[in-house]
Nanobody, 126 residues
Framework: VQLQAFGGGLVQAGGSLRLSCAASGRTFSSYGMAWFRQAPGKEREFVAAISRGGRSPYYADSAKGRVTISRDNAKNTLYLQMNSLKPEDTAVYYC????????????????????WGQGTQVTVSS
């Protein structure tokens, strides 16, 4: 599967953005999906994940209450709605796909994702 993330940009603190990740190739609905982010000088960190069927969303503590992950399998697209953005949310955001067919719940471990998009920059100004 090929993944392309877009929708990033520059936003003021308190603002909102919706990221999208378009998938092509094999059946999108067969992948668990997630968003990760990486800020300059920091390791890539988990943001949110969702199961193949769109159930069982899971969020990092830093994202809970401000972020919603969703997917539209008919459109082969993953979304990340981010509200109440903070300067510390500034990072490159990556979407990722997990092809493991027996994993029912999404994983937070980056190494368990097989495919990655190219990333989209989110910059939150104070």
């Amino acid at each position: 599967v090929q993944l392309q993330a877009f929708g990033g940009g520059l936003v003021q603190a308190g603002g909102s953005l919706r990221l999208s990740c378009a998938a092509s190739g094999r059946t999108f609905s067969s992948y668990g999906m997630a968003w990760f982010r990486q800020a300059p000088g920091k390791e890539r960190e988990f943001v949110a994940a969702i199961s193949r069927g769109g159930r069982s969303p899971y969020y990092a503590d830093s994202a809970k209450g401000r972020v919603t992950i969703s997917r539209d399998n008919a459109k082969n697209t993953l979304y990340l709605q981010m509200n109440s953005l903070k300067p510390e949310d500034t990072a490159v955001y990556y979407c990722a796909a997990d092809s493991n067919p027996i994993r029912e719940r999404p994983t937070v471990r980056a190494h368990e994702y097989d495919y990655w998009g190219q990333g989209t920059q989110v910059t939150v100004s104070s």
